[in-house]
């Protein structure tokens, strides 16, 4: 049974950083790509960075580049996205995936975590 599970969001200021992580288990081995997306109140799911799971190229949304940087640990079965300088418009439950393409689509990924909720206030 694929299990993904985030961690590490939570409520910070602007400017602020987080970092979350996502822990999988269970995932077949033509699995090509993990990533994340996010969903903000009242929107659609919106692509955010994905990682090759072998290679470990990476693409980045035009919000999230320069900002986020997307990392793993394949020993550990994990991935991570470091998030700095944090906007109010990343407001958003953040969603870990994985899929067997590298693609910004997000009907292309087979499973998906239940989400982490990231809040950018003052």
């Known amino acids: 049974q694929v299990q993904l599970v985030e961690s590490g969001g939570g409520l910070v200021r602007p400017g602020d950083s987080l970092r979350l992580s996502c822990a999988a288990s269970?995932?077949?081995?033509?699995?090509?790509?993990m990533g994340w997306f996010r969903q903000a109140p009242g929107k659609g799911r919106e692509f955010v960075a994905i990682i090759n799971w072998n290679y470990g190229a990476t693409s980045y949304a035009h919000s999230a580049r320069g900002r986020f940087t997307i990392s793993k640990d394949n020993a550990k079965n994990t991935m991570a996205l470091q998030m700095d300088i944090l906007k109010p418009e990343d407001t958003a439950i953040y969603y870990c995936?994985?899929?067997?393409?590298?693609?910004?689509?997000?009907?292309?990924?087979?499973?998906w975590g239940r989400g982490t909720q990231v809040t950018v206030s003052s």
């Open positions: 269970g995932l077949p081995s033509d699995i090509g790509t």
């Open positions: 995936v994985a899929g067997r393409l590298f693609s910004e689509l997000s009907t292309m990924y087979d499973y």
